[in-house]
């Protein structure tokens, strides 16, 4: 992005009376849930599917109060390791499968997304949480708790070699079964989820600083700087030193 074009999205953005304008945008989306937290785990922010969720008469309601206040314990402890894991390492949380409570109080799977949020300073000073119902998959039994598990045991180990009938046991389904699960929710291979969870995890060094690019490589679980290349240039087209040039300023 030019130098004019950064200057007039940040003018425009300025002038936004109100942040809170993306909270009404997700307000019409009931199988979507949309969330603000600071570093304490306290809401700032949620839609209004949350607040329907969670039985609140308002979806102000909400604010101050922690995930322990408004879901069962067993969800708000899972939510509050991965809140923790985003503000000690600073990265996104991609992917996650999670319970989560639908209108009439009974549980279902979300697939959830959080980014942090950055002060002016750069610090994290919080995140942002989108989580969007997967009710067909649930409702057919393709998502459970060990496919959970299975993602999880991904999202964990990527730099590690894994085997897919090591991923597949843990979801306790046989590796075709497992494809077609991944395939119905994430539009991927079991092989291209873990792929896709090694390029994105590189991503995220090469932007973050000038870490050498052999040394994310191997903690990214690839063989060497050659083998990240070639996967990272088939999925975003650019070698990994192109992507760090173009968007490290």
Known sequence: ????????????????????????????????????????????????????????????????????????????????????????????????????LFKDRQPGWCLTHKTPILDAGGDVIGLACLSKDLQEPSRTGGVDGRLAQAVDLIQANYAKPLRLEEVAVVAGVSEAQLDRRMKKIFQLSTGQFIMKTRIEAAAQRLTSGMEAITDIAISCGFFDQSALTRHFRQITGLTPGQYRKLVVR
Not at 24 to 48: E, L, N
Not at 61 to 86: C, N, S, V, W
């Open 1 to 100: 992005m030019t130098p004019q074009l950064t200057q007039w999205r940040e003018a425009f953005l300025a002038k936004v009376a109100s942040p809170l304008l993306f909270e009404t945008i997700f307000d019409h989306m009931p199988d979507i849930v949309f969330s603000v937290k600071d570093r304490a785990g306290r809401y700032v922010s949620i839609s209004q599917a949350c607040a329907d969720r969670c039985g609140l008469l308002h979806k102000t309601d909400a604010i101050g109060k922690t995930a322990y206040d408004l879901f069962p314990e067993h969800m708000a402890k899972r939510y509050g390791l991965q809140d923790e894991a985003l503000f000690r390492t600073g990265r996104p949380v991609l992917d996650n499968l999670d319970l989560t």
